[in-house]
């Protein structure tokens, strides 16, 4: 009895979902209605963006790996790379000093699923903060108990973790660095990091090309490093980022749209010297609802725009807010064109034809 009336019970829910949304269990395809992640296929979470679109829906929730498509034969600086905005602003972060947080956020989650997902460039405030190096907002220029997310060995053993079970990817580290002397150095030893150290002696220096990816790997030299602090490039072996990279403006005098103005501290962006070309495209206050829209064509849009301020270059990195909200493709599909861009000049880079020297690009 008690049997039959489950067997009844299941045909009733079933027969609901069923008529609820058109797909379920794995099945639904991008852009189709969804009621929980699991109803969306493997690359997808269920999302509502509702600048973008009415309800609930699978959108992307990871990169395609263009060394795995591809190949990883070229250059670093002819693929390009998510880069997640100040990664370490985490909603939820456990608390780690006495008091409540009371501070914004930039992103949904942890480090080890950022990288799973696909974030291969990370950019992250450190400060000297309570005996250690620390990630932080700064305010009034400092580090406080309620600006604290943690401190930054916690997330450099995220890391160490990644690098060492995903032996042929490359992580790119920017800084945002407020730490004395010595003490980066301290901590990345700490951490485990330094084994995958690239040393700033293999950096290109006048715009060449930098060692292929492929070289990267079998060196094991899978970590950049890039600091703010000019002389610790010399004293520490940490390289002086605008050394090697120029940047667009960061949050709204970034989003301007068809304008792509370098941020004070980078050279101008056709700077061709510098072999790296990092876009940004963030709020200057971190906004969740804005973000879906903003990693979307609008991002895409920019990323033409600052391909012409560049000198006609694409951009290597871009670095958002919620890396994971979108319409659809979202960052990750940003990626995608850029790396089509980069590797054979189609939109996307599912359309490359391996192995073509001819520019054929075959139908998404
Ligand atoms: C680097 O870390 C190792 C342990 O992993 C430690 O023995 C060594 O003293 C550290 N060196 C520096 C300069 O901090
Ligand atoms: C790697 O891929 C690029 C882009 O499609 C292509 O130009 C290059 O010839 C490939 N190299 C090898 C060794 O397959």
């Known amino acids: 009895m008690r049997y039959y009336q489950n067997f009844l019970l299941i045909t009733a829910v079933s027969v609901f979902l069923t008529v609820a949304s058109a797909c379920s269990n794995g099945q639904c395809r991008l852009l189709d209605e969804c009621s929980s992640d699991g109803d969306c296929e493997s690359g997808l979470y269920c999302f509502s963006c509702s600048q973008g679109f009415s309800g609930s829906r699978c959108v992307r929730s990871t990169?395609?790996?263009?060394?795995?498509?591809?190949n990883n034969s070229l250059p670093f600086n002819k693929y390009a790379y998510i880069t997640t905005h100040n990664a370490y602003a985490i909603d939820g972060y456990p608390l780690h000093t006495p008091v409540p947080r009371v501070t914004f956020t930039n992103q949904e989650d942890m480090i080890t699923s950022q990288?799973?997902?696909?974030?291969?460039?990370?950019?992250?405030?450190?400060?000297?903060?309570?005996?250690?190096?620390?990630?932080?907002?700064?305010f009034g220029g400092q580090c406080h108990d309620f600006t604290a997310f943690g401190p930054a060995i916690d997330y450099l053993k995220e890391?160490?973790?990644?690098?060492?079970a995903n032996t042929e990817e490359i992580i790119t580290l920017i800084l945002e660095d407020y730490v004395g002397p010595s003490g980066l150095t301290k901590v990345f030893n700490d951490s485990g990091l330094m084994k995958y150290w690239f040393p700033v002696s293999n950096m290109p220096k006048n715009g060449e090309d930098w060692p292929l990816v492929s070289d990267m790997v079998t060196?094991?030299?899978?970590?950049?490093?890039f600091t703010s602090i000019q002389s610790k490039e010399a004293s520490e072996g940490i390289a002086y980022q605008w050394n090697y990279m120029v940047e667009n403006q960061y949050g709204d005098g970034g989003m301007q749209p068809g304008s792509c103005p370098n941020r004070k501290e980078?050279?101008?962006?056709?700077?061709?010297?510098?072999?790296?070309v990092l876009v940004n495209y963030f709020n200057s206050m971190s906004s969740k609802s804005a973000s879906c829209k903003d990693n979307s064509g609008d991002l895409i849009n920019m990323l033409h725009t600052c391909?012409?301020?560049a000198?006609?270059?694409?951009?290597?990195?871009i670095a958002v807010d919620y890396y994971k909200r979108s319409e659809g493709g979202g960052s990750f599909q940003a990626v995608d064109f850029l790396n089509g861009k980069l590797l054979c000049g189609c939109d996307d880079v599912h359309t490359c034809v391996p192995g073509s020297t001819s520019g054929a690009c075959t139908p998404p």
């Open 63 to 70: 990169i395609t790996d263009q060394f795995k498509l591809l």
């Open 311 to 317: 000198g006609n270059r694409w951009a290597n990195f």
């Open 159 to 164: 890391i160490e973790a990644f690098l060492s």
């Open 266 to 276: 980078s050279s101008a962006m056709d700077d061709k010297s510098k072999s790296l």
């Open 307 to 309: 391909y012409g301020a």
């Open 219 to 225: 060196n094991n030299q899978r970590l950049l490093v």
């Open 115 to 138: 990288l799973n997902n696909g974030a291969r460039g990370l950019m992250l405030d450190t400060y000297d903060f309570d005996g250690d190096v620390w990630m932080c907002h700064s």
